[in-house]
Nanobody
């Protein structure tokens, strides 16, 4: 069993930045594909970013490309989401997720992930 704990959310003005962290328990973190998803009130959960087990492959949703960066430190069992140039439409609960596969071609599908965190709220004011 893997537990994921997100942190780093908060209130920020439009144009600002935040860095989310997701700390994972367990010794097999380094073999997992990791992803970030978000869900705004009244909307479906949306894919934000994913990173392969080694960090060699990264993928982003269209709405965050060029503004968000996903990275990981396997030695610390942690994955990060650096969010720059934030917009009010980025306001959502952000979730970290882990997929036991080294790489999954369906990284953008939430049902491909095996473990989820509780989420951290990001609010961007205009």
């Amino acid at each position: 069993q893997v537990q994921l704990v997100e942190s780093g959310g908060g209130l920020v003005q439009a144009g600002g930045s935040l860095r989310l962290s997701c700390a994972a328990s367990g010794r097999t973190f380094s073999t997992y594909t990791m992803g970030w998803f978000r869900q705004a009130p009244g909307k479906e959960r949306e894919f934000v970013a994913a990173i392969s087990w080694s960090g060699g492959r990264t993928y982003y949703g269209d709405s965050v490309k060029g503004r968000f960066t996903i990275s990981r430190e396997n030695a610390k069992n942690t994955v990060y989401l650096q969010m720059n140039s934030l917009k009010p439409e980025d306001t959502a609960m952000y979730y970290c997720a882990a997929d036991r596969a080294y790489f999954n071609a369906y990284y953008y599908k939430e049902n491909e992930y095996d473990y989820w965190g509780q989420g951290t709220q990001v609010t961007v004011s205009s």
